[in-house]
């Protein structure tokens, strides 16, 4: 019924930046909270920021500063600015998104793909 398309990722120097996107399209009634996670080979899982539907944000510690999230509601789109980005950056980021299901009313999580950002000179 949902799809999350992630797109933005790619091969980056240190410093450089990158704007990731994720747009969800379906059956969709609306969006509440959407977070974007990252994972490494070998690393867990953590997450990286967090928006809500009013567009309050978190940040993990190793981003702030650095990373801004935001979300356009008339697009169903979430978008993840990365600037001054460092090696330990690198990872496959994931977005993450509660949706409302048109017509049942119902929440569920979706996932995007996954993109794949890599820091290196």
């Known amino acids: 019924q949902v799809q999350l398309v992630e797109s933005g990722g790619g091969l980056v120097q240190p410093g450089g930046s990158l704007r990731l996107s994720c747009a969800a399209s379906g059956s969709i009634f609306s969006i509440s909270d959407v977070g974007w996670y990252r994972q490494a080979p070998g690393k867990e899982r953590e997450l990286v920021a967090t928006?809500?539907?009013?567009?309050?944000?978190t940040y993990t510690d190793s981003v702030q500063g650095r990373f801004t999230i935001s979300r356009d509601n008339a697009k169903n789109t979430v978008y993840l600015q990365m600037n001054s980005l460092k090696p330990e950056d690198t990872a496959v980021y994931y977005c993450?998104?509660?949706?409302?299901?048109?017509?049942?009313?119902?929440?569920?999580?979706?996932w995007g793909q996954g993109t794949q950002v890599t820091v290196s000179s």
């Open positions: 993450n998104m509660k949706v409302w299901i048109m017509v049942s009313r119902m929440g569920n999580d979706y």
């Open positions: 928006i809500t539907s009013g567009g309050s944000t």
